[in-house]
């Protein structure tokens, strides 16, 4: 199984100049850029590849991926509208997420706990997404709401009636079909001038529509993670949540000091 990650926008909301000449992938946890803290993750995990979806900044990522080793591990693939919607990066990474077994796709911004990633791979599920049952959803927080086990919507915004609502973590084990639907409704937005939508619109049209499967979810709550969008959201990933994160560190990742080549 191959991870395919998106990477490439250019991070506006978190506001800080120097910050915003860093690509969120690249911000540093602990002494270790999230791009590294995936890596370890994700070959743990057996994950046999990383594809990125890069833009803004590339050239600082591909030098962070040199620096760790992991070129045998990591593949890029440039989006030139990175200052666009995440759509347009889902589209170029339309030949990688498009295989013969099932896929992930994650969001390179988030600093979580490894577990989680165990739970998405091994779930029965064959499609599956992770839901945190929080109880405060604030108005960037993209929905998974469930009604009789199944989702019924998947956005920032309330549509639907629910009988309960989560977060959506960003990441996603799709089954090839989910996968190839989700790449063709993609283009159907794209041709519809629709290109400054964020991925998970085309995805949420597959999961709503879909007669071929459907999309599950593994519910995490109780798991540390955060999302980086805002200053505030680097504040809490600091002092809230890598505390839990090195409070509970699994054999193989991250360990060793300074941090190991990945070669």
């Not at 927080?141 to 199944?150: E, T």
Request: include cysteine.
């Amino acid at each position: 199984m191959k991870a395919v990650m998106l990477a490439a926008g250019i991070g506006n909301r978190l506001g800080n100049n120097r910050m915003r000449t860093t690509p969120k992938v690249l911000l540093k946890f602990g002494g270790r850029t999230l791009l590294q803290r995936h890596i370890e993750i994700l070959q743990c995990a057996g994950i046999e590849e990383l594809v990125l979806g890069v833009g803004f900044n590339r050239e600082d990522i591909e030098q962070e991926i040199a620096s760790l080793g992991a070129a045998h591990y990591v593949r890029t693939v440039f989006n030139p509208d990175f200052e666009n919607g995440s759509i347009l990066t889902l589209w170029v990474l339309r030949d990688a997420l498009c295989s013969d077994g099932p896929v992930l796709l994650m969001d390179g911004d988030v600093l979580y706990d490894s577990r989680m990633m165990t739970r998405l791979i091994t779930s029965d599920h064959s499609s599956c997404s992770l839901l945190d049952r929080v109880t405060l959803l604030d108005d960037e927080a993209v929905k998974l709401c469930i009604r009789d086990g199944k989702i019924v919507e998947f956005r920032k915004w309330l549509s639907a009636e629910f009988d309960f609502c989560g977060e959506s973590v960003g990441f996603f084990k799709l089954s090839a079909d989910m996968a190839t639907s989700t790449i063709a409704q993609v283009q159907v937005h794209i041709e519809q001038g629709r290109r400054d939508e964020p991925y998970e619109e085309p995805l949420r049209d597959v999961i709503l529509t879909s007669r071929r499967g459907t999309l599950a979810y593994e519910d995490i709550t109780g798991l540390p993670w955060i999302e980086i969008d805002y200053a505030a959201d680097l504040m809490r990933a600091n002092s809230e949540i890598l505390p839990l994160l090195q409070a509970h560190r699994p054999l193989g990742v991250g360990h060793a000091s300074p941090a190991p080549r990945l070669n």
